[in-house]
């Protein structure tokens, strides 16, 4: 019997570009961020962490990239 190949792990953390939606900035978060990222100008905050994944929030972020 073949084995089958067992994928090398990836991790499937990224960093994501955000823009502000209050006001306009960009900011780099993580995308298991442990801690709420704010935005470095006005200092809302833009991801909400939890467990795993965090969450960007949709109301105050928008993500225009993926990085890496
Ligand atoms: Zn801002």
Do not use: W
């Not at 499937?12 to 502000?20: A, G, H, K, L, N």
């Not at 100008?41 to 960007?56: F, M, N, Q």
């Amino acid at each position: 019997m073949k084995k089958r190949l067992i994928p090398v792990p990836q991790p499937r953390s990224r960093f994501y570009r955000v823009i502000c939606k209050t006001c306009g900035a960009e900011n780099v978060v993580f995308s298991h961020s442990t801690y709420p990222a704010r935005c470095k100008v006005c200092g809302t905050v833009l991801v909400k962490p939890t467990g795993g994944r965090a969450i960007v929030l949709k109301d105050k972020a928008e993500i225009v990239a993926e990085l890496g």
